[in-house]
């Protein structure tokens, strides 16, 4: 069974512009979430979609946003560019609720 | 409070040696422990997933759940250097709804 993708690998944006993330879960699995990975913070939670419906929500502001198509496949989008959005952003999977989560590669974002 | 703290190290243990992961936890809900490893440039990997208390064994790496005391422990025995990597505690909370994760611990095996 093919893991969690997600596209790009890599990117290179300028403040101010916008960015959009995709993420194709793992085949079955409904929830999606997530997280931004930073070395000073760790990983922290953004959100989490479960059949099309954003189920939880961390503490980010408005610029992040996210949607789940009907595929289960998520993007994840962050408007107005700030420096401090430089990260790896990871998107995870997981069968249910209560299951462990399988992450892909990440997106390596860089803001300049 | 973070809802679970993680002492980030890094921690450097000679090959062989037995090495001991910690993390604490905040809120008594929580059910579902995980740990997770990372190598570098990758997505975390999940290692071993256990549900309230007790202890899970799987090759070389046990996890451990003290609820009483909210303490949960991964040991790797025999490590290896291929072990060299962040490992990141998870727990979930009772009704399913975020996975919190600690900060990570690097751990480097020398050869």
Known sequence: KAGVTQTPRYLIKTRGQQVTLSCSPISGHRSVSWYQQTPGQGLQFLFEYFSETQRNKGNFPGRFSGRQFSNSRSEMNVSTLELGDSALYLCASSLDSAGGQFFGPGTRLTVL | ?111
Not at chain 2, 76 to 95: E, K, M, N, V, W
Request: glycine residues 8%; proline residues 5%; hydrophobic residues 30%.
């Open chain 2, 1 to 111: 409070q973070k809802e679970v703290e993680q002492d980030p190290g890094p921690l450097s243990v000679p090959e062989g040696a037995i090495v001991s992961l910690n993390c604490t936890y905040s809120n008594s809900a929580f059910q579902y422990f995980m740990w997770y490893r990372q190598y570098s440039r990758k997505g975390p990997e999940l290692l071993m997933y256990t549900y309230s208390s007790g202890n899970k064994e799987d090759g070389r790496f046990t996890a451990q759940v003290d609820k009483s005391s909210k303490y949960i422990s991964l040991f790797i025995r025999d490590s290896q250097p291929s072990d060299s990597a962040t490992y990141l505690c998870a727990t979930l909370d009772g009704a399913g709804n975020q996975f919190y994760f600690g900060t990570g611990t690097s751990l480097t095996v020398i050869p």
